[in-house]
Every structure is written in C-alpha cells, then in structure tokens.
C-alpha cells in the first residue's frame, strides 16, 4: 500500500525511512536522499492532511516561482517599451529637448556694431625756425665764455671771416660773429676770432661744443675776458 507523504528510493521507488543510507529493496546507497527543507515539511502536511502528498509544497514553490519570475519579465518588456520621454525647458529662447543626443545651444546673435569713423587731423606743418641773425657783435664789456671756430691773421683781412661766419651759420651754428683778438686781454693780439655763442659758464660752452665741432672739427671753448 502506498503511504501518503513518504520518502522513496529514487531508483525502485520502496519505502525508505529518513536517514536511511540504503534501499532494503534494491540496495542502493541513499546518501543524496536525505530530505531537505521542502521535503520534510511536505512529509509534515502529508501526515496531518493524508488528501495532500508529498508534492503539494513542491508544486506550490514552483508555481509562485513561475508567478514571480512571469512578473518580472513583464514589468522589463513593459519597462523596454515605453518611449522616450521628451522633456522641455522653456526660458528666455533656450529649448532643451531630450532626444539622447547632444543638446545644443542657439548660437547667439551678435548685434551689429557701427564703427565711428574719426577724421584724420589736418596735416601739422613744423613750425620754421626762427631766422638766424647775419651776424652778432661780443657784448661790451661782457666777460664770459664762448666756442672759438677758427682764427685767422688779420692781415687776411675781415672778408676772409666775414666769409667763414657765414659758413658756420649755414651749417647750422647760431650766433656766429667776428671779434678782434686785440681788445681782449686773454686773446693773441693780431686775429680775426669766428665765435660762435656767449655763455655765462665754462660749462655752458662745453655742452655746446659738441655741435660747434659737427660743422668746424678744430672748435674749442675759451674765455674772453675785456
């Protein structure tokens, strides 16, 4: 007779008892038999409903399994159906939309700027500089420093300066004149002395002698004295 919820031998399905290690029928070892969880709680429903077997809790497990498992595959598909949601950001003239690609900007609109236009000055004519004097006389009396060009004998004559303080306002030098070395006692007497400025300081003298010498090479500064 068949017992309702007992455990059998997977190979000659007799009677087996829990914790038997071998089949008394066919002699095999039932090492792997030994209930589980599951078993032995549907040995437990077996005994006390003898309607129910030792399958019911099996089939119950596997079939909220199957319940489960259906469920969850059908959440993903519905999960996997659903489109896109496009979602817009309204601001200003920005529009973001959700495509799942790059978002990008409107490219803003530079204003047009007009550019001033700014009138070219007049042209600036330089300012003519201011005649040069023909020739200037050493002041009367006047001691002080000056830059000597050159000397020459008078017996040249005053011409041969005359002609040689021109030259040197020509190149430039102002206050060029003619003295006579013989009224002045720091001068050899007997020369025509082309100078050319009247300074207060030695000085003075040497911070023009610089130029004087681009025209005449052999100019130096000296004192007159009356």
């Known amino acids: 007779m068949n017992e309702p919820g007992a455990l059998r031998c997977p190979r000659c399905e007799a009677v087996i008892q829990p914790g038997q290690e071998y089949c008394l029928e066919c002699g095999g070892r039932l090492g792997h038999a030994r209930p589980g969880p599951v078993e032995r709680a549907s040995v437990s429903v077996g005994e006390r409903h003898p309607w129910a ?15 489960l498992g259906t469920g969850a595959a059908i959440a ?7 489109p896109s949601a496009i979602s817009t950001a309204t601001g200003g003239s920005l529009t ?19 550019t001033a ?21 050493w002041p009367r009396n006047r001691r002080g420093w000056t830059i000597v060009l050159l000397s020459l004998p008078q017996a ?7 002609a040689k303080a021109a030259e040197a306002r020509n190149g430039g030098l102002r206050r060029v004149g003619v003295l006579s070395s013989s009224r002045y006692a720091s001068l050899h007497p007997g020369y025509y002395v082309v100078f050319t400025g009247v300074f207060d300081t030695e ?13 005449f090479p052999a100019a130096y500064q000296r004192e007159i004295v009356p």
């Open 117 to 137: 236009t700014t009138p070219e000055p007049p042209p600036t004519t330089a300012p003519a500089p201011p005649p040069n004097p023909a020739a200037v006389s």
């Open 156 to 162: 040249n004559g005053l011409s041969a300066a005359a």
């Open 53 to 67: 077997g030792a399958w019911i809790l099996p089939a119950l497990l596997g079939l909220a399994i199957a319940v």
């Open 76 to 82: 993903l598909s519905n999960d996997g159906d659903e």
């Open 203 to 215: 000085a003075e003298a040497s911070s023009a002698l610089q130029r004087a010498r681009a025209v």
């Open 96 to 114: 973001v939309i959700d495509t799942g690609s790059t978002l990008t900007a409107p490219e803003p609109t530079e204003p047009s700027v007009t």
